[in-house]
């Protein structure tokens, strides 16, 4: 059958040209911006590199190696980094397993999957009563005080010591429901056959998950892994509503600063060259993915 290249580019036009408007023409704009103060939104002058050489030269709030631990948007997106992407494939995988072998499979995984159905915006309300220091508002330290007479209410949200820790946990919450029903559903598709071999030839439980299981779905893990590590790179919205990137800057994040070097501060150069920066380093983990997902089509 003989194909119609016209016909072809008249289906896939409308496709490009939202590419185009929406992603390409946004992106090149961004880049220009990076390099000029951008006043207006609109090139006004040009300033080469300067807005990068601040950003890991002066500014303290976005990267400061002078102090130990070393500080500023760059470490504290790395640990959201390690503890968020940890915390929610942990999970998600935990659940996945456990609850699979449970009478009430359903209820429980709807019960971990309920947070995904709620905003962030109110996610973020939720968790900000939750770690309230008053103990006859705040959860959290109701419990403490209760289970602990000698504990004293703290403001986990206003500590540097422990703020970002606390804001990675509500992240945890809202995103383990989704990698729970990822994991779930490659878990449901692995052959049985190859499961109950492994206990006809004598695994136990653990032994089946350590060595059969979880290397059947290890490319699952991955593929969620690196999803979980892009919305880290991009977040905005939890740390806004919880912390305002407070107290005294400890809890912004690359995300943030971006917007608020933008908007706040009225720095739209400045805050292009935050949100270049975040581009690079989502671009490997973005490759990362349509690779895995062009291997699985082929094997």
């Known amino acids: 059958m003989k194909t119609n290249p016209v016909l072809g580019w008249a289906f896939a036009l409308p496709a490009l040209a939202f590419i185009v408007v929406f992603l390409l023409y946004p992106t090149i704009s961004t880049i220009l911006l990076s390099f000029d103060t951008g006043l207006g939104f609109q090139p006004t002058e040009f300033v080469g590199l300067d807005n990068y050489v601040t950003l890991f030269t002066k500014d303290r709030f976005f990267f400061n190696v002078s102090t130990w631990p070393p500080s500023g948007a760059v470490f504290v997106t790395i640990l959201w980094l390690v503890l968020f992407t940890l915390g929610t494939v942990g999970f998600g995988l935990l659940v996945a397993v456990l609850a699979n072998s449970v009478r009430y499979e359903v209820l429980v995984k ?94 136990n439980n653990v032994q089946t998950f350590r060595l059969v299981t979880f290397p059947m779905l290890w490319p699952t893990i991955t593929v969620v892994g690196t999803t979980m590590i892009i919305n880290v790179l991009k977040a905005f919205d939890l740390v806004y509503i919880m912390t305002a990137g407070n107290p005294r800057g400890a809890s912004r994040i690359i995300g943030f600063t971006m917007y608020w070097e933008t908007f706040n501060n009225g720095r739209p150069g400045y805050g292009s060259a935050v949100a270049v920066v975040m581009l690079i380093l989502v671009i490997p983990f973005v490759v990362f993915n349509i690779r895995r997902f062009r291997a699985e089509e082929k094997s």
């Open 110 to 203: 709807t019960i971990i999957f309920v947070p995904m159905a709620i905003s962030f915006t109110a996610a973020g309300i939720i968790w900000r009563f939750v770690y309230s220091p008053d103990a006859n508002t705040g959860i959290l330290n109701a419990l403490l005080v209760g289970f602990l007479p000698s504990f004293e209410a703290i403001s986990w949200l206003g500590r540097t010591d422990v703020v970002n820790v606390a804001v990675i946990v509500a992240g945890i919450w809202i995103w383990t429901g989704f990698c729970m029903v990822i994991i779930s559903a490659a878990l449901k598709g692995l052959p049985k056959e190859v499961l109950e071999a492994a206990t006809v030839d004598g695994a």
